[in-house]
């Protein structure tokens, strides 16, 4: 879990990545780890804080939160 959790710190602080784009690239990242049975959710609420993305780790749901953010810096 450490790797891919490097790994996105790694790709979405390197600029700010709207949500239609960090989907994928985080579905590519745990398929490429081999973590069966994850999936990536947005909350509702993800355009009101922003539109570059941030992500959290739900280990025990085995999920990807991505989280709006004004800018990567």
């Known amino acids: 879990m450490r790797k891919l959790r490097d790994d996105l710190v790694k790709r ?6 709207p949500k ?4 994928p ?10 973590l069966t049975g994850w999936g990536v959710r947005v909350p509702p ?6 539109r570059c993305t941030s992500f ?4 025990p749901q085995k999920k ?3 989280i709006g953010m004004s800018s990567v810096n």
């Open 56 to 59: 959290g780790l739900d280990e």
């Open 25 to 34: 690239l985080i579905e590519g990242r745990i398929k490429a780890y081999g």
């Open 12 to 17: 979405l602080n390197a600029r700010c990545i």
């Open 64 to 66: 990807v939160f991505i």
């Open 45 to 50: 609420d993800f355009d009101r804080h922003g």
């Open 20 to 23: 239609d784009e960090a989907i």
